[in-house]
């Protein structure tokens, strides 16, 4: 994974305050105890996962040195364990917290905006950000299709929108009617599997799949994040659609009605398709641009200072013109076309990117299509359809001069990057709550104890007596609760859209593998000057980090501890 990840920014954040461990906790040959330790009486016992708790029956006794043949091996394990506890509360600095920026940009690749002459632009959820009050509307008029359309039961009228059960990135199987998600090594993530609004026991998920969480590629998804059996929710507009999906289920589960998971599926894509091509939602919002659309100005400060700076910019959505042309004069003011060297509307991507069939077709001022054959694309002008084959002969913008922000990883930028050299900005409007959450004490707290722990475990598993195995269990029982703590901070049936417990998500592979940069909005590259370049940082690998928080903190470094491994060889 790129350093630019934010999670493992706020890692390497804590690891470099956790530095000064190396004066306090020096590895002994061999058993990597620590020579000297400063304790404080801060750390007192009991408590909840966090400073100053420790697991249920542990000894509250100061370090010892590593027991003689047959002494109690339980009361040096604990021992260790509150010498760490210590350790970790005493070096983890109270301005750890709020290290990260929400409105900071993050690179998963080196870029230097010197470098980049044009800048295009997706619209909806790009150049426009809409209020999370548009989700439960998209809900409901789905909803009442399916039940007036489709004549599904009058009954699920009773179902409202959920902000709070759905995140971005989740895969659903049709088959099984299952919603999990997945890791960047295809593992459902147990404990984040559902049927309906109904969690599903890890034993049925791992039974479902063969007797393994492992899911094969062929059967996840295709370049476009859609399998034979399975899809994955990636752009903000899913959320009441996975939301719609799964009251359904669980209507029809609740009431032991038969249903064919193929068609229920279909059903419900189709309604929240329908929300779309109906214009409902483009008439929801043109009505009520105030409620609806965020951050407009920043929106025309971002362009504006662009142009200002001699940049040109262009537009490639599929929305229509009509509601692209409203939205347009609300954020930027009645001449926003004038900002832009090329606008294209109603593009269908990601197709746009791969078919050179489809032809350019311009639109007269009222937006009918006009029948002139397209030799050039003008500025000022409205341009539909069209491909992007067309549209780098006509305007030469190819490689990484061109910058290409969107919030879709597969329709906007997947392409762009792997195909056609553009570099790509992915927006995640999620971002930002989520390090407002990185930010809190509790969890930093909670991470780098969770971190010190797993540690330890990986250290002191070469005591295999049964009191030693005892011990090793309620550590591991603790690492669990923490790591559930952890995951409801975030979301409490599917956690981080970035993390799993230890892994990125099948999300973050996606966004580090099709984005250069990316960012919570916009209005992030106001605090940036144009000639920036951002640096990722270098992340260790396994094979690389010397200085492992959870190594300094157990005092033992990766080759000392494989001399207490020698007896398995």
């Not at 461990?21 to 400063?38: E, I, N, T």
């Not at 009442?144 to 009773?158: C, G, V, W």
């Not at 997947?414 to 390090?435: F, K, V």
Request: hydrophobic residues 40%.
């Amino acid at each position: 994974m790129g350093r630019g990840l934010h999670g493992l920014q706020a890692a390497g954040m804590v690891g470099a305050g956790l530095r000064a461990a190396a004066r306090l906790w020096l590895p002994c040959r061999g058993h990597g105890r620590p020579r000297a330790a400063s304790s404080s009486p801060s750390c007192p016992g009991c408590g909840p996962p966090g400073p100053g708790s420790h697991c249920p029956g542990a000894p509250r006794s100061a370090p010892t040195p590593e027991p003689a043949s047959g002494a109690d091996l339980s009361a040096y394990l604990w021992a260790r364990y509150q010498d760490m506890r210590r350790l970790v509360h005493d070096l983890l600095p109270p301005e750890v917290c709020s290290l990260l920026n929400p409105a900071a940009i993050y690179a998963n690749n080196e870029i230097s905006l010197h470098d980049v002459e044009v800048y295009g632009f997706d619209y909806d959820y790009t150049l426009a950000q809409y209020a999370d009050s548009l989700h439960p509307e998209i809900f409901s008029a789905a909803r009442d299709i399916l039940i007036e359309h489709y004549k599904y039961p009058e009954s699920i009228r009773k179902y409202d929108y959920n902000p709070s059960f759905a995140i971005r990135g989740l895969h659903y199987d049709i088959q099984k009617s299952l919603l999990m998600k997945i890791d960047a090594f295809h593992y459902v993530q147990l404990g984040t599997a559902y049927r309906g609004l109904q969690p599903v026991p890890d034993e049925e998920v791992i039974d479902l799949y063969g007797g393994t969480q492992h899911i094969p590629l062929y059967q996840m998804s295709d370049f476009y994040g859609k399998g034979p059996s399975i899809k994955q929710f990636m752009d903000i507009f899913s959320l009441p659609e996975m939301a719609l999906l799964s009251c359904v289920v669980d209507h029809f589960l609740g009431h032991g009605l038969e249903f064919d998971q193929a068609h229920l599926y279909k059903d419900v894509t189709d309604a929240i398709r329908d929300v779309h091509v109906k214009g409902l939602m483009y008439q929801w919002i043109e009505q009520d641009m105030e409620k609806y659309i965020l951050r407009g100005d920043e929106t025309f400060a971002v362009l504006s200072r662009l142009v200002d700076h001699g940049k040109q910019l262009f537009l490639i959505t599929n929305s229509p013109f009509s509601f692209v042309d409203k939205g347009m004069r609300h954020m930027v003011g009645p001449d926003w076309r004038q900002l832009f060297d090329v606008v294209i509307v109603q593009a269908d991507k990601p197709s746009f990117f791969t078919d050179p069939r489809k032809p350019f077709r311009k639109l007269d001022e009222k937006g009918s299509l006009q029948w002139d054959r397209i030799t050039r694309l003008e500025k000022g002008k409205i341009y539909r359809q069209g491909n992007l084959f067309d549209f780098l002969r006509l305007t030469e913008w190819r490689g990484p001069r061109v910058l290409y922000f969107g919030d879709h990883l597969y329709s906007d930028l997947a392409d762009l990057m792997l195909r056609h050299g553009w570099r790509t900005g992915a927006i995640i409007p999620e971002l930002e709550r989520e390090i407002r959450i990185i930010n809190t004490e509790q969890y930093m707290h909670s991470l780098t104890w969770q971190q010190a722990l797993t540690g330890l475990l990986e250290r002191m598993q070469t005591y295999q007596d049964a009191e030693s195995r005892q011990v090793l269990a309620a550590w591991l029982k603790e690492r669990q609760e923490l790591r559930c703590i952890t995951k409801a901070l975030f979301n409490a049936q599917f956690g981080s859209i970035f993390r799993t417990f230890h892994n990125p998500t099948y999300f973050s592979r996606r966004l580090v593998r099709f984005s250069d940069l990316y960012m919570a909005s916009l209005s992030c590259l106001l605090n940036y000057r144009v000639d920036f370049t951002f640096y990722p940082r270098r992340t260790p690998l396994q094979h690389e980090a010397p200085l492992w928080m959870d190594q300094l903190c157990t005092g033992c470094m990766k080759t000392p501890f494989l001399s207490d491994m020698a007896h398995i060889r």
